[in-house]
Nanobody, 126 residues
């Protein structure tokens, strides 16, 4: 059973930075897609970034256009922690951020993800 626990959220002023972490257990390092999603009040859940490790250990990353150049997704050296480094934060980045996982390749559709954490709140003030 895959378990995901997020941390690192908080309140920050526009232009600031935060690093989210997701402690993962019970999954295979390769051939799993790990992603960060966010959901603001009254909006649908959207994928922010994802990372897929191929069978030969290559990481394939992808970002939503709204965060490209500002956010970086990565895995820790022990492979059981997922990170999201968020720089140049904007008020529109305010949302609950979730870590998610699925076997196989990544998808833009949150419904394709099997495992979810409980989320961590990010609030960006102007």
């Amino acid at each position: 059973q895959v378990q995901l626990v997020e941390s690192g959220g908080g309140s920050v002023q526009a232009g600031g930075s935060l690093r989210l972490s997701c402690a993962a257990s019970g999954y295979t390092y390769r051939n799993y897609c790990m992603g960060w999603f966010r959901q603001a009040p009254g909006k649908e859940r959207e994928r922010v970034a994802s990372i897929y490790t191929t069978g030969i250990g290559t990481n394939v990353v992808d970002y939503a256009d709204s965060v490209k150049g500002r956010f970086t997704i990565s895995k820790g050296s022990t492979s059981n922690t997922l990170y999201l480094q968020m720089n140049s934060l904007k008020p529109e980045d305010t949302a609950m951020y979730y870590c998610a996982a699925k076997s196989g390749g990544c998808s833009w559709d949150s419904r394709d993800y099997t495992y979810w954490g409980l989320g961590t709140q990010v609030t960006v003030s102007s």
